[in-house]
């Protein structure tokens, strides 16, 4: 099976906020160097903000991270990636993933739900090496590497995505994102950290996965320890985040995904800065 090719670093964000780029905008993450954008939060099924963007660029990709299969029926998401592929051949990626017990109501046997869904995308063609899976856990990785292209981990460190690369071995694409907080003032990066992280200071999902990765449970507590934050939020000069993410790369990711935490009018030039320290451009 042949990996999806979206270069060694792509930059993330919830979806609303590519739409709020100026074509303009897109185009510079592009010639930057950026390979990939990858839209977060749970988009509907219909996807109909995905082709301005890839309208609006020629060469960068396009991945969901993720589609929720509690929120996005499998038949018209499958409808919308054939849709896109049409009119962008080779430019997009279906990342789906289980979301989480605390959100769902009708969450019931994710791993189960999670194969049906799988299932159903193959009914309907959507290609196993264009498709991601959200995964932390052993069984979920192993999952995502027999019945996509690979994981996408969230809010994971380079010591997981070694871990995940020994379990699922070297075909598997590995696409781990990591947080960045452009400054060198320790204190005011954990406070934005702490910010980002909040909510999933709530879900047992990410607490088990940072709990196997050696985190206590006091340490995993609200409001979030430092040696926390710091291992899943990357700061610093330009150079020792480009070094922290470049640790997932040489833990055997394929791709990052850098969510820079700044708002969508500083975001290009957050992403700039770093283009250069990542060789990018």
């Known amino acids: 099976m042949t990996k999806p090719d979206l270069g060694r670093y792509g930059a993330f964000g919830h979806y609303s906020m590519w739409q709020k780029l100026s074509p303009e905008q897109l185009r510079a993450i592009e010639d930057l160097g950026y390979g990939a954008i990858w839209a977060g ?17 020629n060469t960068l990709k396009l991945a969901t991270g993720i589609v929720n299969i509690w929120t996005a029926d499998a038949e018209p998401v499958s409808e919308s ?11 997009f990626v279906l990342g789906i993933g289980v979301g989480h017990p605390e959100a769902h109501t009708e969450y019931q046997k994710p791993y189960d739900a999670l194969v049906t869904y799988l299932d159903k995308l193959d009914e309907h063609g959507v290609p196993k090496d264009r498709r991601v899976v959200a995964a932390l856990g052993p069984r979920v990785l192993k999952l995502s590497a027999d019945r996509a292209a690979g994981p996408h981990p969230y809010l994971t460190t380079p010591e997981h995505t070694a871990e995940a690369r020994k379990l699922i071995g070297p075909d598997a694409f590995i696409a781990p ?29 990410y607490l088990n996965s940072w709990k196997r990765l050696g985190f206590t449970d006091d340490e995993v507590a609200k409001p979030g320890s430092d040696r926390l934050v710091d291992a899943v939020v990357a700061y610093g000069t330009v150079d020792a985040i480009a070094e922290r993410l470049n640790e997932h790369l040489e833990a055997g990711a394929d791709h990052v995904p850098v969510q820079v935490l700044t708002g969508p009018d500083k975001l290009v030039d957050a992403l700039a800065q770093l283009a250069g320290p990542l060789g990018l451009k």
């Open 41 to 57: 939060g749970s988009p509907a099924a219909e996807l109909s903000w995905a082709e301005p963007i890839l309208e609006a660029t």
């Open 81 to 91: 990636f054939h849709r896109i592929e049409k009119a962008h051949p080779g430019r």
């Open 177 to 205: 994102e990591h947080k960045v907080v452009p400054t060198t003032d320790p204190e005011q990066a954990r406070a934005v950290g702490r910010k980002a992280l909040a909510i999933y200071l709530n879900l047992t999902n």
